[in-house]
């Protein structure tokens, strides 16, 4: 199966200039825990709930002031509609994270493929895999 086959198609970004209050406002609207960010027509980071929690509110840092980029986490990982499903989660597991931005032949961000996304899409034994590999404690 391919990427295209289970990947969500809904998916924007934001721009680095956007306010975490509205970030996480947007977050809270589309019962989304990440969302990426992007500038002059390119993905440059994500932002996904933890970020926002350890890096905007664990530091006690004046939230009203905080922008995308400052709670972001630089660059990004993505995967391409065509690759196969199998391809994407290797790099999930890789990389320890639990959402791809996917990536059509024109480089354009054209979806997102979660956890949910493989575990609806693929039998329990890759899912179970790709849940294990991402859930380890970080060292």
Same mark, same amino acid.
């Given at each position: 199966?391919?990427?295209?086959? @289970? ?8 721009? #680095? ?6 970030? /996480?406002?947007?977050? !809270?609207?589309?019962?989304? +825990?990440?969302? #990426?960010? =992007? ?5 440059? =980071? ?6 926002? @929690?350890?890096? /905007?509110? /664990? ?6 002031k905080l922008? @995308?980029?400052?709670?972001?986490? #630089? +660059? ?11 391809? @994407?989660?290797? !790099?999930?597991?890789k990389h320890?994270?639990?959402?791809? #931005? ?13 956890? =949910? ?10 899912? /179970? ?6 859930? =380890?404690?970080?060292?």
């Amino acid at each position: 199966m391919q990427v295209s086959e @289970a990947m969500h198609k809904e998916v924007s970004w934001v721009l #680095p200039t956007m306010s975490v209050h509205e970030v /996480a406002k947007l977050m !809270k609207e589309k019962d989304i +825990g990440a969302v #990426p960010v =992007g500038e002059n027509d390119r993905l440059i =980071g994500m932002i996904t709930d933890r970020d926002l @929690a350890v890096r /905007a509110l /664990a530091d006690n840092r004046d939230v009203s002031k905080l922008t @995308a980029r400052d709670v972001m986490s #630089p +660059g990004i990982n993505y995967c391409h509609t065509e690759d196969r499903i199998e391809e @994407a989660v290797h !790099k999930m597991e890789k990389h320890k994270i639990r959402r791809l #931005p996917v990536m059509n032949d024109k480089q354009r961000m054209v979806g997102m493929l979660s956890i =949910g996304d493989v575990s609806h899409s693929q039998g329990r034994s890759l899912s /179970a895999e790709l849940m294990k590999s991402v859930s =380890g404690h970080h060292a």
